[in-house]
């Protein structure tokens, strides 16, 4: 009886330490836009505000310049009529000109944890990110991050947020991807990933490349994949689950096994599913050009130095004097990859 008084003692001494925050009088930046022009940050904000009465969200973009990073939440607050709060901002869009020149002081940002959310999504647009917050306008609330969200859990994007990125950045043995978004026939859609190594970023990632990062480094293995053979043949299909295993041998052989469960939803009409033939081969095709693609795309990353994947992280779980200096300069370079895909259908959504 004494511990739980105690305890409840306890909760009420947090709670009365905790400073109130009323959501209809505070302005909560939902999606935030930075670009860099010259020497100058140029911010747009959205936020949510909540007509008393009613269920309706009026979001109003806000605007902003500075020339430091920290003073973007001054200048916001000097436009505001009630404290500005981003401790609930679900996502922040960067300009590419911000993400090549000062993804070091982002970072650095984010682990002083001046924005709290780990959950909130950093995407890359080569547009301007200021078209990208305007553009949330007239999409109903947290379209936005719902649309990111989406990408990641049902569609080809690996899943990113605060939390991965700073563990990515500081972190040894890998390297930072962020989502890229843009604007294409006045509609906002995912662009495939960017890809860091060090501060420079250096690749940008398709679409389908970005599914084959999100197998690789995803738990959860699901995702859309669409291609055409030679002859013109369409096959289209969608990752409901898998497994994966990925082993680093001593010599530098790396064998990389997947197990893939889909359901189809197109292929030519002359296959006939219910012939075990035809069956095999389609099997063989998909799991053949899943492999093939994917080695093709870990053979890109190597050439260019980066490592989104974590090879390094992988290797260092093995070996107890791992030097991350090392491994990406003597052993890296030199992994030769072998991957296998296991095909099973689950769904033969197809007439």
């Known amino acids: 009886m004494k511990s739980c008084i105690l305890a409840l003692f306890c909760c009420l001494l947090l709670g009365g330490c905790s400073q109130e925050r009323i959501v209809n009088r505070i302005n909560i930046i939902q999606s935030m836009g930075v670009d860099l022009e010259g020497d100058t940050y140029k911010i747009s904000a959205s936020f949510p505000n909540y007509i008393k009465a009613t269920r309706e969200q009026d979001v ?18 000097s436009q505001s009529s009630q404290p500005i ?12 000109k911000f993400a090549r020149e000062t993804i070091s002081e982002l970072a650095n940002i984010i682990n002083r944890e001046s924005i709290k959310s780990s959950n909130a999504h950093i995407v890359i647009t080569r547009q301007k990110a200021s078209q990208i917050i305007s553009e949330t306008v007239k999409t109903p609330p947290f379209y936005l ?61 398709t679409q389908q490349e970005g599914l084959y990062l999100k197998i690789l480094r995803d738990k959860s293995l699901t995702g859309e994949y669409d291609f055409k053979t030679s002859s013109k043949d369409m096959y289209s299909f969608v ?39 035809d069956l095999y081969e389609l099997k063989k095709l998909i799991g053949e050009k899943l492999s093939s693609e994917m080695k093709a795309m870990l053979i890109r990353l190597q050439k260019n130095k980066v490592d989104p994947v974590g090879f390094g992280e992988q290797y260092s779980w093995h070996h107890r004097n791992f030097n991350e200096k090392d491994f990406y300069e003597r052993i890296y370079p030199h992994l030769n990859f072998e991957v296998q895909t296991k095909i099973i259908i689950l769904h033969s959504g197809v007439g």
């Open 60 to 77: 109003s973009p806000m605007t902003a310049e500075s020339k430091v990073t920290y003073g973007i939440f001054t200048t916001l607050t």
């Open 85 to 96: 709060e981003s401790g609930q901002m679900r996502t922040l869009v960067i300009s590419e």
């Open 145 to 205: 991050s719902e649309l990111i969200d989406n990408n990641m859990y049902h569609g080809n994007i690996p899943v990113a947020n605060y939390h991965s990125f700073v563990n990515q950045y500081y972190g040894a043995g890998q390297d930072v991807y962020l989502p890229v978004i843009n604007i294409d026939h006045g509609k906002l859609h995912m662009d495939g990933v960017a890809i860091y190594g060090g501060n420079e970023l250096k690749l940008w990632l």
């Open 239 to 277: 990752i409901m689950h898998g497994n994966k295993k990925l082993s680093i041998a001593q010599n530098g052989n790396t064998s990389i096994s997947l197990e893939i469960y889909i359901a189809l939803r197109e292929i030519p009409e002359r296959i006939n599913i219910q012939n075990s033939q």
